[in-house]
């Protein structure tokens, strides 16, 4: 079960709505954290179905504040207190508390659950190794546990805990979610899956144990493209397999999961893979959530791109000057299963992630089924453009790959032009969306990412196709309208000599070389054309907006035309 390469697609049993329930019982705490966190002591159970609210920390013996549903972690219980520790258990009943959580320090709670059943609360008690910080802290974070979840819900939200127990049902083995320092983010409960003392400590501590193969096992998960097994033949010690969480290169975590008690699934590597992907849109979700700074920027962004901010009100909230020169990229999903506006909503903490990579002060919004990235670039000399085309690319590409490896999804990217100040930044958003359009009419087999630079004769052409004044027959210049009639009736040629004359610049040899007709016959048809139909080859505007409606109305007809002589009458 070793692993050195990645694994394909799996799909991993997440099921139910995908938005979290935001309040939870205290059934679903004690369920959510476990025996090794929490156990009930009451022996009335229906107690359990209870609001949870808020933890509060308190010493036996201190003043409790109103605790409105809350739970209070009462620190310094012990078998020569108990009379103070029941006073503390009524207290915390007058003053509105749903639950008390205690040590038990050895001593028999049967009295203490009598004094909680008839105040109407509910005792549990918490291993005497468990650091009160640290069941202060899960408590927070199991309490807005969800008991179905799927992928996170467009706001943002999710539980890692009930993400925990998905995946471990999926495995089959006991699953922890940690960040690379070995602190434990989430851990599942289920029934039938053991574990050993290293996760057991690692509960109580919200953090692994340290040992001395810790770094080389957590350098050895980051640098595999996949997961990675650890055999164990020690029965205090469960082999286990792991995968780094990923957002393009950066490390976002890891999960664990016990393999050998019970033995999990077959097709473990690959379930694993699709649940490090999930795990990834939680985590960039969560850090997105709890980053107040980013979330200011982003409106501040969403206002200049709407027009309710101005670009002096934008630069003083994105942390720019308004003469910051800066390119705009568009990431457009292809061919999403669901919504554009969900699914521009599940990559937009992907994109904001290489953002960052770029710049630091980069934001990027997810709006009408799509994400703008803005990206502040440094003034360079016309020397430096084609590195900085590269380095756009690359990005790009980067982009794509983690959004399909993260989510499964294709997108696009479309660059627009490098502008010089925030009051131009819609200049390159749309232009940026006129790349997507050149590139979504290239469909599968072309690029999926672009600069402007790479499609600008495109985007022109598409730009000009999409109001109708070069098709427009009524918007026909006369003696346009005359070229095409004669063609059209006589079988001449006159169209695509005049288009291959304006695209040589007036060369007559060239002319002829690319209709493959004698030179003297290139000049007698130029001639013909101002003196049949008043062609002007000088007229400036008149001229480009000549070759501009034979480039539309003759393109098809003259892709079909072959390089025999045309109709002799001329």
């Keep these: 079960m070793g692993a050195t390469e990645a694994v394909p697609s799996a799909t991993i049993v997440l099921s139910g709505d995908a938005r979290p329930t935001r309040t939870v019982s205290l059934r679903d705490l004690v369920e959510t954290l476990g025996p090794y966190a929490v156990r009930l002591v009451s022996t009335r159970s229906e107690i359990l179905d209870l609001q949870a609210g808020e933890p509060v920390v308190s010493g036996v013996g201190e003043p409790l504040p109103h605790l409105d549903g809350g739970i209070l972690l009462l620190a310094g219980a012990q078998p020569g207190r ?5 006073e503390c258990l009524r207290a915390a009943a007058l003053a509105g508390g749903h639950a008390v959580i205690l040590k038990a320090g050895g001593a028999d709670l049967a009295e203490a659950a009598d004094v909680a059943d008839a105040v109407g609360i509910a005792l549990l008690s918490t291993p005497d190794e468990m650091a009160w910080r640290h ?6 974070a199991a309490g807005t546990a969800s008991t179905r979840l799927g992928d996170p819900s467009p706001d943002g939200r999710g539980d890692l805990f009930a993400l925990a127990n998905a995946i471990a049902a999926s495995l089959g083995g006991a699953v922890t979610i940690e960040e690379t320092t070995g602190r434990v983010m989430a851990y ?6 053991e574990i050993d003392e290293i996760r057991r400590l690692a509960i109580l501590g919200r953090q692994t144990p340290d040992r001395p193969t810790n770094s080389e096992e957590y350098h050895a998960i980051i640098r595999a493209a996949g997961p990675v097994f650890f055999a164990s033949d020690r029965p205090d010690y469960a082999s286990r397999l792991t995968i780094a969480v990923r957002a393009g290169h950066h490390v976002l975590g890891v999960i664990f999961v016990l393999a050998d008690r019970p033995p999990i699934v077959e097709d473990a590597e690959s379930v694993l893979a699709d649940a490090a992907r999930v795990t990834a849109l939680h985590l960039l979700r969560a850090h997105g959530d709890e980053d107040p700074d980013r979330t200011r920027r982003v409106e501040m962004l969403r206002g200049l791109l709407s027009g309710d901010l101005d670009a002096d009100q934008a630069a003083a909230g994105l942390g720019l000057t308004t003469d910051t020169a800066a390119v705009a990229a568009v990431v457009r999903p292809v061919d999403a299963e669901s ?13 904001a992630v290489h953002g960052k990579y770029w710049h630091e002060r980069s934001v990027s919004v997810a709006a009408s089924g799509q994400v703008v990235l803005l990206l502040p670039v440094e003034p360079a000399p016309a020397a430096s453009d084609d590195r900085s085309a590269t380095r756009l690319r690359r990005l790009g590409e980067q982009i794509r790959a983690s959004v399909r490896r993260s989510t499964g999804l294709e997108v696009e990217v479309g660059f627009g032009p490098v502008v010089g100040g925030l009051a131009e930044v819609l200049v390159s958003v749309g232009l940026a969306e006129q790349v997507l359009t050149v590139l979504g009419a290239a469909g599968s087999n072309g690029s999926r990412v672009a600069t402007l630079d790479d499609v600008r004769s495109q985007v022109v052409l598409g730009g000009w196709a999409e109001h109708p004044v070069s098709s427009e027959t009524r918007l026909l210049l006369p003696q346009v309208r005359a070229v095409l009639e004669h063609d059209a009736i006589q079988g001449t040629a006159y169209a695509e000599t005049l288009l291959t004359y304006l695209g040589t610049f007036g060369d007559v040899v060239a002319t002829a070389q690319r209709l493959n007709v004698h030179e003297n016959t290139a000049r007698y048809r130029v001639r013909r054309l101002a003196e049949m139909f008043g062609i002007e080859l000088g007229a400036g505007d008149e001229t480009l907006v000549t070759w501009m409606q034979l480039r539309t109305q003759a ?3 003259l892709s079909q035309t072959t390089t025999a002589p045309p109709h002799v009458g001329m």
Excluded: F, K, M, Y
């Design 339 to 351: 919504s554009a506006e969900v699914a521009a909503a599940r990559i937009a903490d992907l994109v």
């Design 82 to 86: 108990w009379g103070e520790t029941l």
């Design 188 to 193: 599942s409960n289920l029934a039938g899956q």
């Design 135 to 140: 069941l202060d802290a899960l408590v927070t």
């Design 555 to 557: 393109a098809e007809r």
